[in-house]
């Protein structure tokens, strides 16, 4: 089974329904610093995949130097 329930036949109505459940639980007042905080977290992700690019690629550079 390698779809899970209904996530593969998703549609605008279900998005709605969905959408619509989120602001009833959170409000509209905390989706926006939820979606801040989200952001937040994505772009320290990013940059210390990029960090450890560098690393790996710095690592590499020295080694075919000596």
């Given at each position: 089974?390698?779809?899970?329930?209904?996530?593969?036949?998703?549609?605008?109505?279900e998005i709605i329904i969905i959408a619509l459940v989120v602001l009833l639980l959170f409000?509209?007042?905390?989706?926006?610093?939820?979606?801040?905080?989200?952001?937040?977290?994505?772009?320290?992700?990013?940059?210390?995949?990029?960090?450890?690019?560098?690393?790996?690629?710095?690592?590499?550079?020295?080694?075919?130097?000596?």
């Amino acid at each position: 089974m390698k779809t899970l329930l209904f996530l593969g036949n998703i549609g605008a109505g279900e998005i709605i329904i969905i959408a619509l459940v989120v602001l009833l639980l959170f409000g509209g007042k905390k989706i926006p610093e939820l979606m801040k905080g989200l952001g937040k977290g994505v772009k320290s992700f990013k940059d210390g995949m990029n960090e450890i690019e560098k690393d790996i690629n710095g690592e590499n550079n020295t080694t075919t130097n000596n």
